[in-house]
C-alpha cells in the first residue's frame, strides 16, 4: 500500500471514529432527556395520587410532560451537537499533530486552552515532540562527530583500501586487458587463412572485453574518496555523477536544490547514500536511466532516486540486501526517514527525508 493511501486511510478510520463519538454524545444526551421525564412524570403521578388528583390534573401532567419531554429533546440535542464538535475538533486537532510527528516535522506543536486531561495529553504530545527533535540534534551532532573522528582515524585505512582496489583492478582489468591484446593479434593473423577460427577469436574478444567493463563498472564507485575532501556535497555529486556518465552508458538526470547548508555529518552520510544507490544501479538493474532530485521542503531535506531498471523483490533479493541496510542505518543514523519501493521489470525508487 502507497504512504498517501495509507494516510487517508487513517485519516478516514479517524473521522468514523469522530462520527462515532459524536452518536455517543447525541446518545447520552438523548437518554438522559428522556430519564429526565420519566422521573419527573412518575413523581407527577405520585403528587396527584397523594393529593387526590382529578382526571383533568392527569391529562394537564401528561400535557405537561411532553412539553418537558420536547424542550429537554431540544436542549440535549443542542448541547449535544455542540459539545461533540467540541470535543471532535480537539481529538482531530490530535490526531494531525500525531501524523504531523509520524511525517518528521519534529518542530510542529499543538496548541491548548483546556487544563482538562486532553489538555494534559496535548501538553505530554508537545513534550515528546521537544524530545525528539533533540534526539534528532543528538544524532546529527553525533554524525558529525563521528564523521570528523572517521576523517582523522582512518585515513590509511582508507589509503589502504584504494590501494588494495587498484591491486584487484590490475589483478583483473590487467589481464583481461592483455589476454584481449593476445587474442586480437592472434585473429589478425589468423583472420587471412582461418577465418572460422578468427571468428571464434573475435567472440572471444568481446566476451571478455564485456567482462573487463563489468569489473571497471563494479569497481568505479568505490574507487571514489570515502570523504568529500573539502568539497561541498553538490560539487562532489556533480563530479561523482560526471565521471560515471563518461565511464559508462548510463543517463543520469540531477536536479540538487536545498543542498548547500547541511551539516558536515550530513553531507558525508548522504554522499555515501547516493553513492551506494548509484554502485547497486550500475551492478544490478541493468538501468539506462537514473534520475536524483534533491530539493528542500520546510524544515527538511528530501532525496529521491529512480531508476528503469528490471527491479527486484524486496523480501526475495539477496544481492543487494547489504547496500540497502547500509543505506538505511546511514539514513538512521542522521535522523532520516528512508523508503524504498522496487518491482521486477518496473525500476527501483529510494525516498529519504532528513529534517534539518
Not at 153 to 171: F, I, K, N, P, T
Not at 198 to 203: D, L, T
Not at 223 to 229: A, E, G, H, I
Amino acid at each position: 500500500m502507497k504512504a498517501s493511501e495509507r494516510f487517508f486511510g487513517e485519516r478516514e478510520s479517524g473521522m468514523e471514529s469522530s462520527k462515532s463519538m459524536r452518536k455517543w454524545f447525541l446518545k447520552s444526551y438523548f437518554t438522559m432527556a428522556v430519564m429526565a421525564t420519566l422521573i419527573y412524570f412518575v413523581f407527577l403521578q405520585i403528587y396527584l395520587f397523594i393529593t387526590n388528583g382529578e382526571s383533568a390534573s392527569l391529562h394537564l401532567s401528561i400535557i405537561l410532560t411532553f412539553s418537558l419531554f420536547m424542550i429537554l429533546l431540544l436542549l440535549s440535542l443542542y448541547s449535544g451537537v455542540r459539545t461533540s464538535y467540541t470535543f471532535k475538533g480537539r481529538i482531530d486537532d490530535l490526531s494531525t499533530f500525531v501524523t504531523l510527528l509520524r511525517n518528521g516535522k519534529f518542530s510542529a506543536r499543538i496548541e491548548s486552552f483546556e487544563h482538562d486531561e486532553l489538555g494534559i495529553l496535548s501538553d505530554e504530545l508537545n513534550q515528546l515532540a521537544t524530545y525528539i527533535q533533540e534526539q534528532v540534534k543528538s544524532l546529527q551532532r553525533l554524525a558529525d562527530e563521528k564523521s570528523e573522528l572517521a576523517e582523522k582515524a582512518h585515513g590509511a585505512a582508507v589509503m589502504e583500501e584504494r590501494q588494495r582496489l587498484a591491486r584487484d583492478l590490475h589483478d583483473s582489468v590487467s589481464q583481461q586487458l592483455f589476454a584481449l591484446n593476445m587474442l586480437s593479434s592472434a585473429a589478425k593473423k589468423s583472420i587471412g587463412q582461418e577465418p572460422d577460427k578468427a571468428e571464434v577469436m573475435i567472440q572471444q574478444v568481446a566476451e571478455i572485453a564485456a567482462k573487463a567493463q563489468g569489473e571497471m563498472r563494479a569497481l568505479l564507485l568505490h574507487l571514489r574518496p570515502v570523504d568529500l575532501k573539502g568539497e561541498s556535497l553538490r560539487e562532489a555529486l556533480l563530479i561523482l555523477i560526471g565521471e560515471i556518465k563518461q565511464k559508462t552508458s548510463l543517463e543520469i538526470e540531477a536536479t540538487l536544490e536545498g543542498i548547500d547548508q547541511l551539516s558536515k555529518g550530513t553531507e558525508a552520510h548522504m554522499f555515501r547514500i547516493i553513492q551506494e544507490s548509484l554502485s547497486n544501479i550500475l551492478r544490478h538493474s541493468c538501468a539506462t536511466k537514473v534520475k536524483i532530485v534533491t530539493e528542500k521542503k520546510g524544515d527538511a531535506i528530501t532525496l529521491h532516486i529512480s531508476d528503469n531498471g528490471k527491479g527486484f523483490d524486496l523480501n526475495g533479493n539477496r544481492m543487494t540486501s547489504y547496500g540497502l541496510q547500509t543505506m538505511r542505518e546511514r539514513a538512521e543514523e542522521i535522523g532520516g526517514y528512508f523508503q524504498i519501493r522496487s518491482k521486477e521489470r518496473e525500476g527501483t525508487y529510494i525516498d529519504l527525508k532528513i529534517p534539518v
